[in-house]
């Protein structure tokens, strides 16, 4: 019988047998949801989309997966098992990239602006004000050795458990992030030294945009900052800013619900805070974790 888990506390968590059994016969017959109940509620399972809601509490969801035994064994063996952030670093130092090259930015199709306004819809919290009008969505074309560096670091991590709509390997998730454009962008990145964002579409993310210029001070501790939350993206840079749509390679996360700047513990990739706001925030230790895919502008 294949293995049903749910995300908490930072790990796949197995569900009892009998919760198994429902799951699974309701998978196998095809059905889009299942209730369950579990200790102190009932629970909707959501079979297209793989999340666990609460019943009295939609809003707090959690991301279920159904595992094939047999593949799931292997995936251990494959990828898993010798993996650490260390020897990540020691691979990505050692890959030689090619900096003498120039990226470039093209208005995006309509289908990438259809997604991307979508998800930025969707992750707008009415509540910090209306809608903002997005002026222009730009695809970005990083340079070959920034794409490079994040294929790598993806097959690095391998095949780790994903959520939401994450993609394996690495567990990709795309994520906003907010910073400033200091320049009159015009679909090309400007060589100024402090325009943050033509310096992210120039050389990908760097270690030294963090706490100075991209907004955030650190609280989680040092590395690129993300959010799923749109809103929370556009707070960064004032007048000047600008988001960054991202694909970053989570790998297995370490969920913390309280500030810390301690390392990321061994075996783990990246940091979600989980904020009593109901914000969230991914922090990734290595810019080659994150892909820059659009600019979205005011
Ligand atoms: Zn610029």
């Not at 602006?113 to 730009?138: A, E, H």
């Not at 560096?149 to 095949?159: N, S």
Request: with cysteine; aromatic share 8%; glycine share 8%.
């Amino acid at each position: 019988m294949a293995r049903w888990s749910w995300f908490g506390k930072g790990r796949w968590q197995a569900y009892s047998e009998a919760t198994s059994r429902i799951l699974e016969d309701a998978h196998q017959e095809g059905h889009s949801s299942v209730r369950i109940s579990l200790k102190h509620d009932d629970y909707n399972v959501d079979l297209q989309t793989m999340q666990q809601a609460s019943a009295t509490q939609p809003s707090k969801s959690r991301s279920v997966r159904r595992e094939d035994t047999e593949v799931s064994s292997q995936a251990s063996t494959s990828g898993r098992s010798s993996f650490t952030l260390s020897n990540l670093t020691r691979s990505l130092s050692e890959a030689s990239l090619d900096w003498a090259q120039r990226p470039c930015c093209t208005v995006a199709s309509g289908d990438e602006k259809l997604s991307v306004q979508r998800q930025f819809s969707d992750k707008w919290d009415k509540n910090t004000g209306p809608l903002p009008n997005i002026g222009q969505i730009y695809k970005i074309h990083v340079i070959a050795s920034v794409e490079e560096r994040f294929r790598r670091c993806c097959e690095e991590i391998g095949d780790v458990p994903v959520f939401g709509h994450g993609e394996s390997p690495g567990n990709q998730q795309r994520r906003f992030h907010g910073t400033r454009q200091t320049c009159n962008f015009n679909g090309h990145p400007c060589d100024s030294g402090d325009c943050p964002a033509c310096s992210i579409l120039h050389t990908g993310f760097s270690v030294d945009f963090i706490g100075s210029t991209s907004g955030n001070r650190g609280y989680y501790g040092a590395g690129i900052y993300l959010t799923s939350w749109s809103s929370t993206a556009r707070g960064y840079g004032g007048s000047e800013n600008v988001i960054i749509v991202t694909q970053v390679a989570a790998g297995m996360v370490e969920v913390v619900r309280q500030r810390t700047t301690a390392a990321i513990p061994e075996g783990c990739h990246s940091r979600v805070a989980n904020k009593s706001s109901g914000k969230d925030e991914l922090m990734v230790p290595l810019p080659a974790q994150c892909l820059p895919l659009f600019l979205i502008i005011f």
